[in-house]
Nanobody, 120 residues
Framework: VQLVESGGGLVQAGGSLRLSCAAS????????MSWVRQAPGKGPEWVST????????DYADSVKGRFTISRDNAKNILYLQMNGLKPEDTAVYHC??????????????WGQGTQVTVSS
């Protein structure tokens, strides 16, 4: 599966953005999908997962209540709705397959990423 992220940009604190991740191939629905992020000078951080089948979701404590992950299996697209953005959310966001336990190691599946910058 190949992944291409979009939707990043510059936003003021408290603002919102919706990221999208377009997946190639016909097996998108068979994967657990995640968003991860990497801030400047820091290691990658798992953000959220949506599971195949059930569609159940998990979130990092740092984004819980502010971010919502969703997927459209008919269109092969993964989304991340980000509300209440904070300067500490500034990072390059990548989509990938896997869950919290595996997403950070499956770097070969990461898309090119989309930059999110939150100004204070």
């Amino acid at each position: 599966v190949q992944l291409v992220e979009s939707g990043g940009g510059l936003v003021q604190a408290g603002g919102s953005l919706r990221l999208s991740c377009a997946a190639s191939g016909r097996t998108f629905s068979s994967y657990d999908m995640s968003w991860v992020r990497q801030a400047p000078g820091k290691g990658p951080e798992w953000v959220s997962t949506i599971r195949r089948g059930t569609g159940s979701t998990d979130y990092a404590d740092s984004v819980k209540g502010r971010f919502t992950i969703s997927r459209d299996n008919a269109k092969n697209i993964l989304y991340l709705q980000m509300n209440g953005l904070k300067p500490e959310d500034t990072a390059v966001y990548h989509c990938t397959i896997g869950t919290a336990a595996t997403a950070l190691t499956l770097t070969e599946y990461w898309g090119q990423g989309t930059q999110v910058t939150v100004s204070s």
